[in-house]
């Protein structure tokens, strides 16, 4: 303590004229800053100079002190609880003179005064001080002018706030800078953590991009989640400064926000250049980047890729990360960083929108939409469970999936392959490439497809490839196979073949099964579907695939525990005419088992 007094005690006991007097957080944070550089960002420093403002009385500087310890001191620091407890002190203790502001003038005198100003005055006088804050919580008028704005922040939740339960509180507002006041006023008003923020549909220019990334910088790790929801954002102000501005939020996400310029016909790029950013992104779990129509410009592609690979770079803590199929960004760059510098990445995903489709198994976008970020509880190595690669615009080569399906291979769950538009040819070799690795944990695949191949490319059999595959897959329960190339234009003409092989390796090798869809050009017989059907009877539950109405009798018999049969006709071959009997045993088959068929 000696120490810190002797080293400031010079800077605390300047003498400045009124006109010279600077900014008391501001000075106290670079005090701050200068202190932390050679002890590595420890609460120990922050503890310390923060006491020795409490002993000079100096309660506004030991806050500031606190305060900024929260935002850059690791959650895993032994002595941020004591930071914290310190910080919820000061944030109770009102000094000398907002104490007697009650008494200096009558309630209906205060509302007077303040009823002079809008709405933006009102905003900042509430983050004078803990008095006003108070008499503006509790003022209906301030409600009145605030609804007016911003229709959606309500006055309970921040009662709530008060009350240290951290709420969401939803920012829709034309006016950037009533947007800007409010989140300061939010954060004066929490003790501890504020919650979540979405901002909706909002226009914003660069300058607006820059005032509203410094509040939220300023916010720091109070703030839980940030969401920017149908928002008009410039595409060079989502990494930096916005992106940046977070990297003490642990939970981000951009969900079908409009963004300026547009890129069109994007290509890998062909040198990697990547920008050093001056903050890790150590809170980060959650990365979420959903953009949707813009304006050309050639050269925010490779600008873009670039500012994004950075983020990655500094993302040591990321858990999921979902990227919009139709984004300005070369994806397969992007996967490649996110694998090589996010050790505890679980979920990759590049899909329409950045959402996670609806699987069997259960994955669904609900289990990514609360992060936990303490990040005591999240392990070291990676183990990357959902691999979803999607999308009509997806942009990214073979060579990337390889070496995505190798990182991920020993502890993958679930894998989702749509081939269409910018995503290119199917490639059976990557089937091939996954067989030789092995999945033991993969418990979910699903393979579709909008475009064929030529039939004297230098590839293996489509079907040899998925043989191979399933042969290794122990732990599946769920198979999807979409040929929607072979059903929506020529029915004889397909890639993803299912034929007699692959559906005997499946009913070999796939002994958990239980849900099995199959469309596009059928390569089986009657007789394999019956086998399989023996074979997979006890946990089948869904079916769905072309096969002929003379067996389905047989079919249904040998399913004992099948819920919901789908018959599908995508094949124009000949039709057997199921017998009226036949179709009423069926019907009352599987309505005994609480069950349904569905013809077609």
């Given at each position: 303590?000696a120490?810190?007094?002797?080293?400031?005690g010079?800077?605390?006991?300047?003498?400045l004229p009124?006109?010279?007097?600077?900014?008391?957080?501001?000075?106290?944070?670079?005090?701050?800053?200068?202190?932390?550089?050679?002890?590595n960002?420890?609460?120990?420093?922050?503890?310390?100079?923060?006491?020795?403002?409490?002993?000079?009385?100096?309660?506004?500087?030991?806050?500031?002190?606190y305060?900024?310890g929260?935002?850059?001191?690791a959650?895993n620091?032994?002595r941020r609880a004591?930071?914290?407890i310190?910080t919820?002190?000061?944030l109770?203790l009102?000094n000398r003179?907002?104490?007697r502001?009650?008494?200096?003038?009558p309630y209906?005198?205060?509302?007077h005064?303040?009823r002079?100003?809008?709405?933006?005055?009102?905003?900042?006088?509430?983050c004078?001080?803990?008095s006003?804050?108070?008499?503006?919580i509790?003022?209906?008028?301030?409600w009145k002018?605030?609804?007016?704005?911003?229709?959606?922040?309500?006055?309970?939740a921040?009662?709530?706030?008060?009350r240290?339960?951290p709420?969401?509180?939803i920012?829709?507002?034309?006016d950037?800078?009533?947007?800007?006041?409010?989140?300061?006023?939010?954060?004066?008003?929490?003790?501890?953590?504020?919650?979540?923020l979405?901002?909706k549909?909002m226009v914003?220019t660069?300058a607006?991009?820059v005032?509203?990334?410094?509040v939220?910088?300023?916010a720091?790790?109070?703030?839980q989640?940030v969401?920017?929801l149908?928002?008009?954002?410039?595409?060079r102000?989502?990494?930096?400064?916005?992106?940046?501005?977070?990297?003490?939020i642990?939970?981000?996400?951009?969900s079908?926000?409009?963004?300026?310029?547009?890129?069109?016909?994007?290509?890998?790029?062909?040198?990697?250049?990547?920008?050093?950013?001056?903050?890790?992104f150590?809170?980060?779990?959650?990365l979420?980047?959903?953009?949707?129509k813009s304006?050309?410009?050639?050269d925010?592609?490779?600008m873009?890729?670039?500012r994004?690979?950075?983020v990655l770079?500094?993302?040591p803590?990321?858990?999921?990360?979902?990227?919009d199929?139709?984004?300005s960004?070369?994806?397969g760059?992007c996967?490649?960083q996110a694998?090589?510098?996010?050790p505890?990445l679980k979920?990759?995903?590049?899909s329409?929108k950045?959402e996670i489709?609806?699987?069997?198994?259960?994955?669904?976008?609900?289990?990514f939409?609360a992060v936990d970020?303490?990040?005591?509880?999240?392990?070291?190595?990676?183990?990357?469970?959902?691999?979803i690669?999607?999308?009509g615009?997806?942009?990214?080569?073979?060579?990337d999936i390889?070496?995505?399906l190798?990182?991920?291979h020993?502890?993958l769950?679930?894998?989702y392959l749509?081939?269409g538009?910018?995503?290119?040819e199917?490639?059976?070799i990557?089937?091939?490439?996954?067989?030789?690795?092995?999945t033991p944990?993969?418990?979910?695949?699903r393979?579709?497809?909008?475009?064929?191949a030529?039939a004297?490319?230098?590839?293996p059999?489509?079907?040899?490839?998925?043989d191979a595959?399933?042969?290794?897959?122990?732990?599946?329960?769920?198979?999807t196979?979409?040929?929607?190339?072979?059903?929506g234009?020529?029915?004889y003409?397909?890639?993803?073949?299912?034929?007699?092989?692959v559906?005997?390796?499946?009913?070999?090798h796939c002994?958990?099964?239980?849900?099995?869809?199959v469309?596009?050009r059928?390569?089986?017989?009657?007789r394999s579907i019956?086998d399989f059907?023996?074979?997979?009877?006890?946990k089948?539950?869904?079916l769905?695939?072309?096969?002929d109405?003379?067996?389905?009798?047989?079919?249904?018999?040998?399913l004992?525990?099948?819920e919901?049969?789908?018959i599908?006709?995508?094949?124009?071959?000949?039709?057997?005419?199921?017998?009226?009997?036949?179709?009423?045993?069926?019907e009352?088959?599987?309505?005994?088992?609480?069950a349904a068929?569905?013809?077609?």
């Open positions: 303590m120490l810190v007094a002797q080293r400031y010079a800077i605390l006991s300047l003498s009124p006109a010279a007097i600077l900014n008391v957080a501001d000075v106290t944070r670079q005090i701050a800053e200068d202190m932390i550089h050679p002890s960002a420890s609460a120990q420093s922050y503890l310390e100079l923060g006491a020795f403002f409490k002993q000079q009385a100096n309660f506004q500087d030991a806050l500031s002190v305060k900024h929260l935002r850059v001191v959650s620091d032994d004591e930071l914290e310190q919820y002190a000061m109770n009102p003179h907002t104490l502001f009650r008494y200096l003038l209906d005198i205060w509302s005064i303040f002079n100003l809008d709405i933006k005055d009102l905003l900042q006088a509430a004078v001080n803990v006003w804050r108070d008499f503006m509790q003022w209906p008028m301030f002018l605030l609804s007016d704005h911003l229709p959606e922040i309500k006055q309970s921040v009662y709530s706030l008060r240290n339960k709420q969401e509180f920012l829709n507002g034309p950037i800078t009533v947007v800007c006041n409010t989140v300061r006023f939010l954060t004066c008003s929490c003790c501890r953590i504020l919650g979540k979405s901002f549909y914003l660069d607006d991009t005032m509203l990334s410094n939220l910088q300023s720091g790790s109070m703030v989640q969401e920017f149908d928002c008009e954002i410039p595409i102000k989502i990494v930096k400064p916005i992106l940046e501005s977070c990297s003490s642990p939970h981000v996400s951009f079908r926000s409009v963004v300026t310029p547009k890129v069109y016909n994007i290509q890998k790029p062909r040198w990697y250049h990547f920008v050093i950013l001056c903050k890790p150590t809170s980060l779990t959650y979420k980047l959903c953009v949707e304006t050309f410009d050639r925010s592609p490779y873009e890729t670039d994004l690979s950075a770079r500094q993302c803590n990321l858990v999921h990360l979902l990227l199929s139709g984004g960004v070369y994806h760059q996967i490649n694998i090589r510098y996010c505890r979920t990759l995903a590049v329409d950045a489709p609806t699987t069997v198994t259960g994955t669904n976008d609900d289990k939409t970020s303490d990040q005591h509880g999240l392990s070291t190595t990676q183990k990357i469970q959902s691999l690669l999607c999308g615009r997806l942009k990214i080569e073979n060579d390889a070496f995505a190798k990182a991920a020993n502890t769950e679930l894998l749509h081939y538009g910018g995503f290119g199917i490639n059976s990557l089937f091939y490439h996954l067989a030789r690795l092995g944990c993969l418990r979910e695949i393979l579709s497809t909008e475009s064929g030529d004297c490319d230098n590839q059999p489509m079907t040899a490839a998925l595959l399933f042969c290794h897959c122990p732990a599946l329960e769920a198979i196979i979409e040929d929607t190339f072979s059903t234009f020529n029915p003409y397909g890639r993803l073949d299912v034929d007699d092989q559906l005997k390796s499946i009913a070999k002994s958990r099964l239980r849900y099995l869809k469309t596009g059928r390569c089986h017989t009657n019956l059907a023996k074979a997979s009877g006890n089948l539950t869904y769905e695939i072309d096969t109405r003379s067996i389905i009798l047989p079919l249904v018999k040998a004992v525990v099948l919901t049969l789908y599908r006709r995508d094949s124009l071959v000949h039709r057997d005419i199921i017998l009226d009997h036949d179709k009423k045993t069926v009352d088959i599987l309505r005994w088992r609480g068929v569905i013809w077609t």
